[in-house]
């Protein structure tokens, strides 16, 4: 169970406490707006948006459904182009893979591309304890590390933070890491941007090893993707000596020619642009350019418990370009901590329970952080239901039954207290079983604000009573809380 | 039981109610967005590239050695890194102490360099990307990255493709690449764009035309 954050209270706790904050409210209303309306901009650029889209679902649903196939395929390309693959089962033995070739390297500190798997696993508190220090190079990566804190959104995971805190965290605590923060910083960002800039560099130049994720690995070619902005990638990618990347398994795509949907839809959705400033690909090792040694660790942790849910496993074709949680009105009240896992917004309320299973409150929370109104689905670049896998997830917290977790078939038991919410189940089951009712209730809810039903027309109004359907937030997020949650996180 | 067998198991077991379907995945998308000529896919280059705010020069191959000299001038840069394989000519006019990449040069002595100038292997319209492929003309991928300036020469119209599709089509994806759109930007404190926080703080893109002896 790594990955979560430890002593984590339950998704509507967390939130409580984050909606009273206001300058985290105020950074997150201004962040995900900003992004929103620059992001629909740069998909209208594209006419061909639908098709790209259903092209990239295709992709990655074809993928899902023969991946035993493509990663063995995966794993001969990486070989015959000079790489070594290693097999992870789960979030420790992950770990303990990445220690041990960090220690046959004779080496004591790795520099790290931000990564959303040596997260979710735990990698750099792993290596800590093993006495190696992961130094996080993206610069929002950066001032979380700095920080000591947590990321809060998958594209910018500082978003929470303002310019002057960054500043008072560089001035702070640079020197604890290496170079200090130039005298006399001042907080704009482009100052900001360069006493990043000279503490990184004199990481980047010395370091032997360096450790990332991969946006994409094509199974035809051995070949890994990364996408990113400012160029610490590239600099972990080719500086070092060795490089260990450690990878989902559901980043596989099969053929090079692939990469041409994804390309297009990621960049996009992710940061609006046309293209990010800088991908990097590489195939193995090439001589005399870049890392002479170099590791894939390919990841499960969860990944085909997921896979063997008929509903769920779409959650797998998430590319991690962040666009649900931009449009999502409960992350933009919330904000990212308060899903306890480095998987915020909507994806995270789906992901994080299925990889996690919902043994603990805040993963059996989570399906319920949500209004269900549909906006995250209408942005998604490959087309997940979002909404549709946290009804499945909640009927599942309610109801119990059969799931796989670690590769075994489990019965889950329904979930004490939450009865009230049993009946709210069987009315979604039922709005969900009709996809006229649905659609007249949810998605039209983020097309036509005017026109919003109030209520789902027949049993759903059960469940729509006790909750606001649009995408709006007509009701504010923290009356919503109280009401229906009848107060009981006031406690904190 | 190792540790790929489990995974592999547990991917087996958990599509067991899959249908293995192997129709091959339908592409309704565009190979490229809308119908340019030659000439206007060179401009649109030009105005995407100076959209992600990198500096674009045209000239034709006379012009050429004169240009890249003018712009290493106007830096001040006193060293200039070259990959083994750049044209001589191309240089022929620059006075700046001419550093040959080696694959001995440490990232150290990479850092003291201030330009780079490298061709590429292709450069991409819509998006305004230029893609480097570690060809003889462009060396390692690290000579383009430490360095805080970085020149680089397109030969238009021929290297010069609509579209990503069209882009992935012409390279080799066994060689290591660097797709490029601007300098390096973070958006990272409050979404303010700075440039240059890690890479070349500045692109200078310099369209050429008539080479080849043409
Ligand atoms: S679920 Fe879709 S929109 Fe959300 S991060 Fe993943 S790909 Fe992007």
Redo the contacts with the bound molecule.
Sequence with gaps: MSGTFVGMPAFPVAAKEAVGNPTLRGNLRHATHTIRAKRAKAVEEVSDWAELREAGKRIKDHTLRHLDRYLVQLEESVRAAGGTVHWAADADEANRIVTRLVQETGESEVVKVKSMATQEIGLNEALEAAGIRAYETDLAELIVQLGKDRPSH?LVPAIHRNRGEIRDIFRAEMSEWGRPAPDGLTDTPAELAEAARLHLREKFLRAKVGVSGANFMVAETGTLVVVESEGNGRMCLTLPETLISVVGIEKTVPTWRDLEVFLQTLPR?STAERMNPYTSTWTGTTDGDGPRVFHLVLLDNGRTDTLADEVGRQALR???????LNVCPVYERAGGHAYGSVYPG??GAILSPQLRGTGSEIDASLPYASSLCGA?YE????A?D?PEVLVHLRERVVQGGPVVREGNRVVLKPAKGHAAERAAMRAAGWAFGRPGALRAGQRVASRSRRWHPRTLPGPGRAWSGTRELPAVPAEPFRDWWQRTQDGKGDAK | MSSRERVLGRVRRALADVPRDDAPVERGYLREHGARSVAENVELLAENLADYRALVHRANAEELPMLIMRLLAERGSQQVLVPPGLPPEWMAAADPVRIHDRAVSTPHELDKVESVVTGCALAIAETGTIVLDGGPDQGRRRITLVPDHHICVVRVPDQVVSSVPQALERLDPLRPLTWISGPSATSDIELDRVEGVHGPRTLEVILVTGHDGE
């Design positions: 998958i959705s998430c590319i991690r370009c962040s666009a649900c909507p994806i995250c942005v998604c670049p490959v997940i979002i």
